[in-house]
């Protein structure tokens, strides 16, 4: 059994007891969090697609850790008139451990 669920923006497929990086979630580590965004459940006998979301499905998960992911390097240049520029930057995230996988 496995869900396509939206965190941040971004689509990830889970199944129960996987741990994934996420955007960054404000809550602490050890906070139980939901997630409702599921666009779509697979039972191993059906499936079911939202339009666009699956109704009464819910993933619940729990925080594990936050942390930064590496240096993205962002390089910019005008050829003939001298200009570059580097610049970079390191994108915050969250791991979460999914734990339920729940549907009506």
Known sequence: M????E???KQFRVEKDM????????????ASVEFDRVLLIDTGKEVKV???????AKIKAKIVDHGRDKK???????RRKGYRVLNGHRQHFSKVEIKKLLQK
């Open 50 to 56: 939202g339009k666009p979301l699956v109704e009464g």
């Open 2 to 5: 496995y869900a396509i669920v």
């Open 19 to 30: 741990t994934l990086k996420v955007p960054y979630l404000s809550d602490k580590i050890g």
């Open 72 to 78: 993205v390097l962002v390089f910019k240049k005008k």
């Open 7 to 9: 965190v941040g923006g």
